[in-house]
Nanobody
Framework: VQLQASGGGLVQAGGSLRLSCAAS????????MDWYRQAPGKERELVAS???????TYADSVKGRFTISTENAKNTVYLRMNSLAPSDTAVYYCHAETGFGRAARIYWGHGTLVTVSS
């Protein structure tokens, strides 16, 4: 399985972006798909998560502004980001968890840079 993220870029404060992450590979069945971000000099943090059942969770800092969703037919997870602030500037990574027990696997995509100018 490979995760390919896209959609990052430069946007002014208050603007919006939509990130996409497509999973390649046959028979991709996930337990959860997530977006993390890492700002310069900071640790990587979980931004949003969605389970295969559709349950979503968000970091407090993005609640009400970001929306995570999936399009299962395309094995793709999206992150819609509204009302962006300079503090949202970071490299965003998609992440997926599959399988259970000994078959459990985690996958990371390459990051996509989001820069929010003030």
């Amino acid at each position: 399985v490979q995760l390919q993220a896209s959609g990052g870029g430069l946007v002014q404060a208050g603007g919006s972006l939509r990130l996409s992450c497509a999973a390649s590979g046959s028979n991709f069945v996930y337990n959860s798909m997530d977006w993390y971000r890492q700002a310069p000099g900071k640790e990587r943090e979980l931004v949003a998560s969605i389970t295969s059942g559709g349950t979503t969770t968000y970091a407090d800092s993005v609640k009400g502004r970001f929306t995570i969703s999936t399009e299962n037919a395309k094995n793709t997870v999206y992150l819609r980001m509204n009302s962006l602030a300079p503090s949202d500037t970071a490299v965003y990574y998609c992440h997926a968890e599959t399988g259970f027990g000994r078959a459990a696997r985690i996958y990371w995509g390459h990051g996509t840079l989001v820069t929010v100018s003030s």
